[in-house]
């Protein structure tokens, strides 16, 4: 079975979230059951880490879509990857999505809309003369549009769409629509159009034969006027034919701390010295106060969805009752102002490390003894796994993913409602479990035991792309 994934990160070469490791990860958990292949949009950064790119096919220009051409290369393990380059549209400084102060790229309509037209050329066999994909798998809104132009040139191929975040939907004017050489008819409310706007998530929703997203509870919950972004009907309308399923993401191997080299010192279950160097390390590189207190980690998007709001008036309790605060994550620039603020009035007791880098994020797993996810919502959540993973206890809301992966009293703790009060319940439950050494110990021993694997997750999505060819 050959399977086009249309992504527009993946961690080998470029991230700004969990889709990163998602798509990292899943392709590789399925290559022993179908012949996967990536496509990605050529950005500067990941044109630059190939040697080699073979040029396989030509796109023709479409409305204001400029004439691109196709890559194919693959990872240093094998697997293939198609690159569009389109250097007017890619081959820019900052991240996929915005410039280095982090605002949105104007044409973001036509750069996605690009990369989404030449996916469903690549899969209809018209631009590799040598490959053509039985099924597609498109994520998110930046690759919902593969489903929508297969259906409008009468390309009949099976396409999944997962949503990582219903809360990202690209909208654009409803100018976009001629930009991207979509038909006018489109236009509608049972097509692309969500409030007089251009949604290219939207199209994907109508448009794929499935829908999927990364827990089976964010799965009912965006059937929901409280998460459904307003798309909650259409959402009900597919759940109730049975076309949109929820399957938990996994973790790859490498979130293992016994053999993880980036972290101060390797250690396992019952190792809790080799745990605490971890610990050290980090209160001394953060510059925080020598303490016998608990560490409390936050490794996330800053990102409203996040609730660092949250961790911000938890602060204070947190820190009067023994327990210091480490931070890390890139985002808006109000929270990350926030939350050097907070760091400025408390050098001692709240660490800040603005931006990302996969080294600091597992140090900061090692050292912590609790990771802070007070999430609004959460579809599936990836810190709260490798928190585990790492012996550090997760605290999270109960929604999404959270809920399914935290054994709460065992594994970590959840707590009701996004508000401080019960945010601030979960903190104290954990600050009694850390002064109870036998139960910090057990609950520790637990979560490090949970494997998260990959390989479940990818047998729901093998079954499903098999459904999916046979109805
Ligand atoms: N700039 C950055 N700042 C901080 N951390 C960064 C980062 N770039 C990458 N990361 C990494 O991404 C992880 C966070 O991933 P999550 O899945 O928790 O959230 P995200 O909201 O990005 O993903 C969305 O997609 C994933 C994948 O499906 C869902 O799990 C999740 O619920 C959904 O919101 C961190 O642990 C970190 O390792």
Same mark, same amino acid.
């Given at each position: 079975m050959r399977v086009l994934f249309a992504t527009t990160e993946m961690d080998d070469f470029v991230r700004v979230g969990g889709l990163a490791a998602v798509s990292a990860a899943l392709p590789r958990a399925l290559r022993s059951l179908s012949d996967v292949r990536i496509i990605l949009p050529g950005y500067r950064d990941v044109v630059e880490q190939f040697l080699h790119i073979q040029i396989v096919g030509q796109c023709a220009a479409l409305a204001d879509m400029p004439a691109c051409s196709l890559g194919l290369t693959s990872t240093r393990d094998g697997l293939p990857v198609y690159v569009l380059l389109c250097p007017q549209l890619? /081959?820019?400084?900052?991240n996929p999505y915005g410039d280095t102060s982090g605002r949105d790229w104007p044409d973001n309509d036509v750069r996605f809309g690009r990369l989404a037209s030449a996916a469903a050329q690549l899969a209809a066999g018209t631009? /590799?003369? %040598?490959w053509a994909a039985d099924l597609v798998h498109a994520n998110d809104?930046?690759?919902?549009l593969v489903p929508a132009y297969l259906a409008w040139n009468a390309v009949k191929i099976p396409t999944i769409l997962t949503i990582? %975040?219903? $809360?990202y939907q690209g909208l654009f004017p409803k100018e976009s629509l001629r930009r991207i050489g979509a038909?006018? /008819? =489109?236009?509608h409310i049972d097509g692309l159009e969500f409030y007089d706007k251009l949604s290219f998530l939207k199209g994907g929703l109508v448009y794929a034969s499935h829908l999927t997203t990364v827990s089976e509870t964010y799965a009912k919950e965006i059937t929901t006027s409280e998460l459904g972004c307003g798309l909650e009907g259409l959402l009900r309308r597919r759940s109730e034919a049975a076309q949109l399923t929820g399957i938990l993401n996994g973790i790859d191997e490498s979130w293992d701390p016994r053999v993880? $080299?980036?972290?101060?010192q390797p250690f396992g279950a019952g190792d809790w010295d080799g745990k605490q160097a971890n610990s050290d390390y980090v209160r001394q590189q953060f510059g925080l $106060?020598? =303490? &016998?207190g608990p560490i409390f980690g936050l490794v996330a998007r800053l990102v409203h969805q996040k609730g660092v709001d949250l961790v911000l008036a938890a602060a204070d309790e947190i820190i009067e009752a023994g327990g210091q605060i480490i931070v890390t994550g890139s985002g808006e620039p109000d929270i990350e102002q926030a939350l050097v603020d907070a760091h400025r009035r408390r050098p001692d007791a709240i660490g800040v490390a603005i931006g990302f880098n996969d080294g600091q994020a597992r140090r900061i797993f090692a050292g912590s003894d609790f990771t802070l996810m007070p999430s609004r919502?959460?579809?599936? *959540?990836?810190s709260q796994m490798y928190a585990q993973r790492f012996g550090s206890l997760p605290i999270g809301?109960?929604?999404? *993913?959270l809920a399914e992966t935290i054994t709460d009293g065992e594994t970590g703790f959840l707590f009701d409602r996004p508000s401080t009060e019960s945010f601030l319940g979960g903190i104290r439950r954990a600050f009694a479990a850390f002064m109870a050494k036998d139960r910090l110990d057990a609950m520790r021993r637990s979560a490090m035991s &949970?494997?998260?694997?990959?390989d479940i997750s990818a047998a729901c999505y093998s079954a499903l792309y098999r459904k999916a060819l046979a109805p």
């Open positions: 890619y /081959d820019r400084p900052g631009l /590799d003369k %040598n809104w930046q690759a919902a990582h %975040n219903l $809360a038909p006018a /008819d =489109s236009f993880c $080299a980036q972290l101060a $106060a020598l =303490s &016998r919502f959460e579809p599936c *959540g990836l809301h109960q929604t999404g *993913g &949970r494997s998260f694997s990959w």
